[in-house]
T-cell receptor, first 114, second 113 residues
């Protein structure tokens, strides 16, 4: 089946620094990837839709200047959390969909901002 | 009203029991239905993917979709302790990779040995 690789799986950073998370589709091309955020005991919250070669589409309430998304190729999307603060600590997950299949998720990145 | 409703549980069952997990939805445009299993601190894993109404079986798992009632189910037969996880239903209006998917909140399942 389709595989989506996400790195890093966990990261701890100091408040005010930036963190980059990578999401790769390993065996299929993904013109669209999705970035989610998940708080403990809550469902996945869609943050933005990443479109290859164009600007990402952000959901209402998501700061596009804080969560920078770049989708430079058909197999790679990156999410950069800029000037991270403790309230940005969360579990971030990307997903993509291969043709004729459901959405495949990455393994997630647990971000802790101290 | 949420587009997708799912009981968060927790649901506790003895090992070997048949588990029934359900979701209801309000958007009649949804055509593609998925069930995911998520272990703690891991990304969701796709279990079942179905289109429109009907049943689909894969091993111990059976997915049912009743579009007329806007109701979907996942049945797990001969449940095992390793099935203990959170199960999320998900659905989308189309099959294109650009289509957004809407998730339920997830039902936490515990299978007791």
């Amino acid at each position: 089946g389709a595989v989506v690789s996400q790195h890093p799986s966990w990261v701890i950073c100091k408040s005010g620094t930036s963190v980059k998370i990578e999401c790769r589709s390993l065996d299929f091309q993904a013109t669209t990837m999705f970035w989610y955020r998940q708080f403990p005991k809550q469902s996945l919250m869609l943050m933005a839709t990443s479109n290859e070669g164009s600007k990402a589409t952000y959901e209402q309430g998501v700061e596009k200047d804080k969560f920078l998304i770049n989708h430079a190729s058909l197999t790679l999307s990156t999410l950069t959390v800029t000037s991270a603060h403790p309230e940005d600590s969360s579990f971030y997950i990307c997903s993509a969909r291969s043709e004729g299949d459901g959405y495949t998720f990455g393994s997630g990145t647990r971000l802790t901002v101290v | 009203q949420k587009e997708v409703e799912q009981d968060p549980g927790p649901l506790s069952v003895p090992e070997g029991a048949i588990v029934s997990l359900n979701c209801t939805y309000s958007n009649s445009a949804f055509q593609y239905f998925m069930w995911y299993r998520q272990y703690s601190r891991k990304g969701p894993e796709l279990l079942m993917y179905t289109y429109s109404s009907g049943n689909k079986e894969d091993g111990r798992f059976t997915a049912q979709v009743d579009k007329s009632s806007k109701y979907i189910s996942l049945f797990i037969r001969d449940s095992q302790p390793s099935d203990s996880a959170t199960y999320l239903c998900a659905m989308s209006a189309g099959s294109g990779g650009y289509q957004k998917v809407t998730f339920g909140i997830g039902t936490k399942l515990q299978v007791i040995p």
